[in-house]
């Protein structure tokens, strides 16, 4: 008897160092949310960028420490004293998902930590050389690679019937689990895309996009050009004026974007191929168009904006244009969008611009000191803006744009307000947009309401290219002609527009689109309402980013912020 009291002493003293070792570890994963977010957030930032939460070094030395608890835990609920009660009822259950549990969380903590460790070493380092790059994306494809086999098909071990502080253990283990995997894996997908891309050889067709005259979800595109990639060196070619492009017969366009917008020639005229917010439709119909001039087929598409430069602009240092001229990330925003209309009276000088300074950038990035991961940290921020959107015809490709977050593809719970500019002019930077949404609940289906006011705030003395009027457009000077388009969630039904005079209603792939025209005088303001009804399950909403300069602001019963980037919206509606 006393032997066997003795036993069970040790016993349940390795029981309680087990369990302890165990929540210390997960305690060390918990505070990884930083990194294990189940996206892309902060990871890139987490493995050679900069982070307020996890730094690269912190992220790979606490998924070793809580492998270090983990192993502590497993080698204690594996020790002599425990084994034999593996076989007692009910009792052995417990030991042997604990054990499981134990064994599993050290695998994936300590081969999270190598995989964390191996993209900080690979991802952080400068280098000039394009082909340096391409290798550390490599690299770092092949440490995700060996991370996701090590952790395939873990056992868990049993799963029904366990006492509730280890059932809780283990439910807490599988969202961790569950947390770092889809980082990892994702980010897996992105490098494979990413190495695809810069080994080439590739070639995508480069859409310079300005913000001073706005469409859906981005900015107008000015400039085409195309870009090949080979050995992970950028190779831009010319730009040319959009406005020279316009094709004698249009190519097909996507059916809910021509019953939409057909009588604007989005499949025809490039600055009226992003009426749509769906950028996986944009960059299918300027792939066409762009092969229907007679040019070579392109593997994707790529828009930038202003903003987009500007960050890139932040990455390689200021450039230097043919003629002289310095444009750095302090000044190209003024300068793009506002400045060279007064600077330069030569309209394709003007034209011209938006293409020069972006292939200036791209030159850059061929030999500036730049990591991998500072590229594709801009690549997500931009992206997350919808300043800077890629598609590819390749599926492997697209699948990367999609993780990384730069698809520009708007989910079917979106909220996405664009103010189209349809006067010719370039007066979107002077024009502050407002969105309140208000909400009638006590009804089934509640209400939704969003009230949009436009203020136009052009100064006076502005140069004619600036505040027109365009010839022909019956505008006075200054005056903003524009489409509201609101893009709401595919439940949305019984929908309304005041305010402005109806030119689209209907759906527009997984959303609902609904847009009106509006005048709004210099000095003065217009207020267009859409009101729709969202039935019972829908739980929330996704206002998404505009990509205006400056951003839209929103009024919510849930908060006030504007539209940079993604803002979820939960009204805990079941």
Do not use: C
Not at 43 to 68: F, I, K, R
Request: proline residues 6%.
């Amino acid at each position: 008897m006393v032997v066997a009291l003795g036993w069970l002493g040790i016993a349940a003293l390795q029981g309680v160092r087990g369990v302890n070792s165990a929540n210390d570890g997960l305690d060390a994963m918990d505070e990884l949310r930083g990194v294990a977010t189940g996206s892309l957030d902060e990871l890139v930032d987490s493995v050679g960028g900069e982070t307020d939460d996890v730094s690269e070094e912190d992220a790979s030395a606490q998924l070793a420490t809580a492998a270090g608890h983990f192993a502590d835990a497993s080698d204690a609920l594996d020790s002599w004293a425990i084994q034999p009660l593996r076989w007692v009822p009910v009792l052995g259950r417990q030991v042997r998902s604990a054990s499981a549990l134990a064994d599993s969380a050290e695998t994936v903590a300590g081969e999270a930590s190598v995989a964390v460790g191996e993209l900080s070493d690979v991802l952080a380092g400068s280098s000039a050389a394009p082909a340096t790059r391409l290798a550390a994306v490599q690299r770092s494809s092949e440490a995700l690679a060996s991370f996701a086999e090590s952790v395939k098909n873990l056992d868990l071990g049993p799963e029904e019937s366990l006492v509730p502080p280890l059932a809780d253990a283990r439910n807490r283990f599988a969202e961790e689990y569950v947390r770092v995997t889809d980082t990892l894996f994702s980010m897996s997908s992105v490098l494979l895309g990413v190495e695809q891309l810069l080994a080439g050889p590739s070639r995508y067709l480069v859409l310079g996009a300005n913000n001073a005259e706005m469409r859906s979800g981005g900015g107008m595109i000015l400039q085409v050009g195309p870009l090949d990639i080979d050995a992970g060196e950028f190779d831009i070619g010319e730009f040319r004026p959009t406005q020279e492009l316009v094709l004698d017969s249009p190519v097909s366009v996507d059916p809910d974007i021509e019953a939409l917008w057909g009588a604007l020639s989005p499949g025809r005229d490039w600055r009226n191929t992003n009426l749509s917010p769906r950028f996986d439709q944009t960059g299918a119909t300027t792939a066409a168009m762009w092969e229907a001039l007679g040019e070579e087929p392109v593997d994707g598409v790529i828009l930038l904006d202003v903003p987009a430069i500007e960050a890139l602009l932040e990455v390689t240092g200021p450039v230097t244009l043919d003629s002289g001229e310095v444009v750095s990330a302090d000044t190209v925003a003024q300068d793009l969008l506002i400045d060279q209309y007064t600077a330069f009276d030569d309209r394709d000088v003007r034209r011209e611009r938006l293409g020069r300074v972006a292939a200036e950038v791209f030159n850059a990035l061929n030999s500036g000191e730049i990591s991998a991961s500072e590229l594709l940290s801009v690549l997500r921020e931009m992206g997350a803006g919808r300043h800077m959107m890629m598609w590819s015809s390749d599926p492997l490709q697209q699948e990367a744009w999609e993780e990384l977050g730069t698809a520009g593809v708007p989910p079917s719970d979106s909220l996405l307000l664009s103010v189209l500019n349809r006067g010719g002019n370039k007066l979107d930077p002077y024009l502050d947009v407002e969105a309140q949404v208000s909400v009638d609940d006590s009804v089934e289906p509640a209400r939704f309401t969003v009230q949009v006011h436009l203020a136009n705030n052009a100064p006076q003395g502005l140069p004619f290219y600036v505040a027109g009027p365009h010839p022909g457009s019956e505008l006075s000077t200054a005056e903003y002609r524009g489409i509201v388009s609101l893009t709401m969630p595919s439940g949305a039904g019984n929908v309304t527009i005041g305010g402005a005079v109806p030119v689209a209603l209907g759906d527009d792939g997984p959303t609902r689109v609904a847009a009106g025209e509006a005048r709004v005088l210099r000095g003065e303001s217009a207020t267009v309402t859409v009101s729709f009804d969202l039935p019972a399950g829908w739980e929330g909403m996704s206002v998404q980013p505009s990509a205006r300069v400056p951003a839209s602001e929103w009024i919510t019963p849930w908060g006030r912020f504007s539209d940079e980037l993604a803002v979820e919206l939960d009204f805990g509606r079941e």
